[in-house]
């Protein structure tokens, strides 16, 4: 089975200094990796994707992350945060390849950017 | 904007009463997710649908809820008896396959259906 640890459960950072929301996964076999973002009273977005090929992943709003196969990890980036990026963070997996259904979340990243 | 619609957005109820809710998916979706999410925590997957099929059921699913996609087109989650520890968030979710597995197709996610029971 597939499990997702999001290390931090809240996450305070200045405006425009970085960021790191640090996640890591178990599984067996092989999976795609996500993280979703989750503004105040909204649903769920997808910020970006991992399926294949190069480990560092370029997402939306300028955020990128790097996967890591030997350390089991997928950690979010972003150089300079902004007031609007405070939301929940969820990093994700699901089954690779044509078994690709379910997706497994982690219990989510708190991001709260003080001006 | 055709995306994922779920109704009601909120729902009051006492503890013994049965609800239900609906969810759209976008129009040519053929699979469509339930996922539950209390607070703080992440979602948590309950089933899906592959057109009517219901193809998976999570251990959370008790035999109080139950699912339905019965044209392969909207789905109803149905929990009879209500307790308090459903409370939640109940999110639906839909995605397309394309049958062959070489690309992966994004799950959407609706809004959700906030339940309250008191």
């Known amino acids: 089975a597939q499990s997702v640890t999001q290390l931090d459960s809240q996450v305070p950072v200045f405006e425009e200094a970085p960021v790191e929301l640090r996640c890591n996964y178990s599984s067996s076999v092989s999976v795609y990796l996500f993280w979703y973002v989750q503004y105040p009273n909204q649903g769920l977005q997808l910020l970006l994707k991992y399926l294949s090929g190069s480990t560092l992943v370029k997402g939306i709003n300028g955020f990128e992350a790097e996967f890591n196969k030997s350390q089991t990890s997928f950690h979010l980036r972003k150089p300079s945060v902004h007031i609007s990026d405070t939301a929940e963070y969820f990093c994700?997996?699901?089954?690779?390849?044509?078994?690709?259904?379910?997706?497994?979340f982690g219990s989510g990243t708190r991001l709260s950017i003080r001006p | 904007d055709t995306g994922v619609s779920q109704n009601p957005r909120h729902k009051i109820t006492k503890r013994g009463q049965n609800v239900t809710f609906r969810c759209d998916p976008i129009?040519?979706?053929?699979?469509l997710y339930w996922y539950r999410q209390t607070l703080g925590q992440g979602p948590e997957f309950l089933t899906y649908?592959?057109?009517?099929?219901?193809?998976?059921k999570s251990r959370l699913l008790s035999d109080r809820f139950s699912a339905e996609r019965p044209k392969g087109s909207f789905s109803t989650l149905e929990i009879q008896r209500t307790e308090q520890g459903d409370s939640a968030m109940y999110l639906c979710?839909?995605?397309?396959?394309?049958?062959?597995?070489?690309?992966?197709?994004?799950?959407?996610f609706g809004p959700g259906t906030r339940l309250t029971v008191l």
């Open positions: 129009s040519e979706h053929n699979r």
């Open positions: 979710a839909s995605s397309r396959t394309n049958g062959t597995g070489q690309t992966y197709n994004e799950q959407f």
């Open positions: 649908f592959q057109n009517e099929a219901q193809l998976e």
């Open positions: 994700a997996v699901t089954l690779g390849g044509s078994s690709a259904s379910k997706i497994i």
